[in-house]
């Protein structure tokens, strides 16, 4: 019978061991090679294609069963995606999820047992004021995960920034800007870090998730 410690083998994963210790060290990260190229173009692709198709709708405050719509609040439109119905792309996508996922219980013990994902379109001028993800009633959200898909040709000066909220040594609050260029991806603790999405002056495209425990 494999020992305890054999169950636990795994192939050290340079880009995860990255992730985790900047996670450990200011509760988020940010990847720009999360997400292999092909898989980013899939998913803008695919989300597209879902957005022309009107599959999207507003997206509301609240947990899923209580949802309220609230504009001044949140302006983006979203998709949420049913991993037992999956495209290819999906799949890649989930693939890499899945792995980051397993590869967390097993280094850090996390317990993620579940997930959920959307696509989200923040139409120009849209926003989402300052929050915490778990301000949604999911008290089993631990990570945050946003992968941005906009096209090739963003730009900083096309806003649409993400804005953490972080505290310094001292405990006072500075906040740190990070641009939605294509194939980002940021993690960060979901129970810890409010944030907001500022405006853009163009269509602003994503694929938002949470890794849950329970
Ligand atoms: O798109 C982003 O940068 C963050 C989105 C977000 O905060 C959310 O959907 O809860
Ligand atoms: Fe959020």
């Given at each position: 019978m494999a020992g305890l410690a054999e169950q636990l083998e795994f192939e050290e994963n340079p880009v995860y061991e990255q992730l985790i210790e900047d996670i450990l060290r200011d509760g988020y990260s940010v990847m720009d090679?999360?997400?292999?190229a092909e898989t980013v173009v899939g998913l803008r692709a695919d989300l597209l294609n879902k957005y022309e198709e009107d599959q999207f709708k507003k997206a509301a405050i609240g947990n899923r069963t209580n949802e309220i719509i609230k504009s001044e609040i949140r302006g983006d439109f979203i998709l949420w995606m049913d991993e037992a119905k999956i495209n290819e792309v999906q799949g890649q996508f989930f693939k890499s999820i899945n792995d980051f996922s397993v590869y967390l219980n097993k280094t850090?013990?996390?317990?993620?047992?579940r997930k959920e994902f959307h696509y989200a379109v923040y139409p120009e001028g849209k926003f989402y004021k300052?929050?915490?993800?778990?301000?949604?009633?999911?008290?089993?959200?631990r990570l945050s995960v946003v992968c941005y898909l906009n096209e090739?040709?963003?730009?900083?000066?096309h806003g649409g920034e993400l804005v953490l909220y972080l505290q310094d040594e001292n405990g006072k609050e500075f906040a740190k800007s990070i641009y939605p260029m294509p194939g980002r991806t940021v993690i960060f603790e979901s129970q810890k870090i409010e944030h907001e999405v500022k405006p853009a002056n163009r269509q602003r495209l994503s694929i938002t998730g949470w890794l849950k425990t329970r």
């Open positions: 090679n999360f997400f292999v850090c013990f996390l317990g993620i047992l300052r929050h915490l993800d778990t301000f949604q009633n999911d008290d089993c959200r090739d040709d963003w730009l900083p000066e």
